[in-house]
């Protein structure tokens, strides 16, 4: 990766920790991410009247790939808030942000030939993944499969999933828009975050119709200006900082690596709960930390 993405990338993972902190603070459900969603789109609605949409994503690879782009992010968000709903966040958190990693260099080496990471690249994504797993322990004796195969593993293995889905196809669809007459990488970035976000806010909107507690969540956060703006600052840091990821999946073609660096975002969470929450820090979480820091350093240089 570049110096210009590994930038990007950085900057995205502080927005990114930031809102995740926000959603730990409010209810994590369907209506705050719905909240959340909308607040995103109309604040990218003005580059659909300035810009218009890229002619080449109107095209059927192009439809079927923003239809791809809603799944993903749906199933991703489905995954979260129930994961979130069941256990702790700082255990969902961190796996479900771990697999991807070597979800997506698996998948990416298997659709896009030649570009699997060398030796060195590969030991860097299996230390980064090992120390988010150290993450969410409060002692090194407390590793136990069973902290990691419960019933909440199913919506954190759907969120990896989303995120894996999303990340690939996103980097497809964010050239196909940058390349359309008219465009480049800006605008590409500005319309994907205004349709991603339209889309998803719509799709948890049907679930809050249809889910009796949703509803309930939903009057809850939206019952005093106080409650909605969570949400609300949640959906504004999530669209940019996943705009300045669009922006770097166009100046990297492995994306094993550009998603390793996402995972700065725990190291700096964790900063943040122990500087400003005064967290506990434990022994194990300090030594995740270093182990991603580590592994990411070997993907810059050696990767």
Same mark, same amino acid.
């Given at each position: 990766?570049?110096? /210009?993405?590994?930038?990007?990338? %950085?900057?995205?993972? +502080?927005?990114? @920790?930031?809102?995740?902190?926000?959603?730990?603070?409010?209810?994590?459900?369907?209506?705050?991410?719905?909240?959340?969603?909308?607040?995103?789109?109309?604040?990218?609605?003005?580059?659909?009247?300035?810009?218009?949409?890229?002619?080449?994503?109107?095209?059927?690879?192009?439809? =079927?790939?923003?239809?791809?782009?809603? $799944?993903?992010?749906?199933?991703?968000?489905?995954? $979260?808030?129930?994961?979130?709903?069941?256990? /702790?966040?700082?255990?969902?958190?961190?796996?479900?942000?771990?697999?991807?990693?070597?979800?997506?260099?698996? *998948?990416?080496?298997?659709?896009?030939?030649?570009?699997?990471?060398?030796?060195?690249?590969?030991?860097?994504?299996?230390?980064?993944? =090992?120390? =988010?797993?150290?993450?969410? %322990?409060?002692?090194?004796?407390?590793? +136990?499969?069973?902290?990691?195969?419960?019933?909440?593993? $199913?919506?954190?293995?759907?969120? @990896?999933?989303?995120?894996?889905?999303?990340? #690939?196809? /996103?980097? *497809?669809?964010?050239?196909?828009?940058?390349?359309?007459?008219?465009?480049?990488?800006?605008?590409?970035?500005?319309?994907?975050?205004?349709?991603?976000?339209?889309?998803?806010? =719509?799709?948890? @909107?049907?679930?809050? #119709?249809?889910?009796?507690?949703?509803?309930?969540?939903?009057?809850? $956060?939206?019952?005093?200006?106080?409650?909605? *703006? !969570?949400?609300?600052?949640?959906?504004?840091?999530?669209?940019?900082? !996943?705009?300045? #990821?669009?922006?770097?999946?166009?100046?990297?073609?492995? %994306?094993?690596? %550009?998603?390793?660096?996402?995972?700065? +975002?725990?190291?700096i969470g964790l900063m943040l709960g122990i500087f400003i929450l005064k967290e506990p820090a434990y022994r194990p979480k300090l030594a995740g930390c270093a182990m991603i820091v580590t592994g990411l350093v070997i993907i810059a240089f050696l990767g």
């Amino acid at each position: 990766m570049g110096i /210009d993405a590994i930038i990007l990338v %950085l900057v995205s993972v +502080s927005m990114h @920790a930031t809102w995740n902190f926000l959603s730990k603070k409010s209810t994590s459900s369907a209506a705050f991410f719905c909240i959340s969603s909308f607040t995103a789109a109309v604040c990218w609605i003005w580059a659909l009247f300035v810009y218009g949409m890229p002619a080449d994503s109107l095209q059927l690879k192009g439809l =079927c790939l923003w239809g791809c782009s809603l $799944l993903f992010e749906t199933i991703y968000f489905v995954g $979260l808030f129930n994961a979130y709903s069941r256990v /702790d966040m700082s255990l969902a958190y961190p796996v479900a942000r771990a697999l991807p990693v070597l979800l997506v260099a698996g *998948v990416t080496a298997i659709i896009f030939p030649g570009r699997y990471p060398n030796g060195w690249g590969l030991s860097g994504l299996l230390i980064v993944c =090992c120390g =988010c797993l150290l993450m969410p %322990l409060k002692k090194f004796s407390d590793f +136990s499969l069973k902290n990691y195969f419960n019933k909440a593993m $199913l919506f954190i293995v759907l969120a @990896a999933i989303g995120t894996t889905g999303y990340t #690939i196809n /996103d980097s *497809v669809l964010v050239k196909i828009c940058a390349s359309s007459p008219g465009h480049n990488s800006l605008t590409a970035a500005y319309l994907l975050s205004f349709v991603i976000n339209f889309g998803l806010g =719509c799709t948890m @909107a049907l679930i809050v #119709i249809f889910r009796k507690k949703e509803r309930e969540n939903f009057k809850l $956060l939206i019952s005093s200006p106080k409650a909605a *703006v !969570y949400p609300a600052m949640a959906g504004i840091l999530s669209s940019l900082a !996943y705009l300045l #990821i669009l922006l770097a999946m166009l100046r990297t073609t492995q %994306l094993s690596f %550009l998603q390793a660096f996402r995972q700065m +975002s725990l190291p700096i969470g964790l900063m943040l709960g122990i500087f400003i929450l005064k967290e506990p820090a434990y022994r194990p979480k300090l030594a995740g930390c270093a182990m991603i820091v580590t592994g990411l350093v070997i993907i810059a240089f050696l990767g």
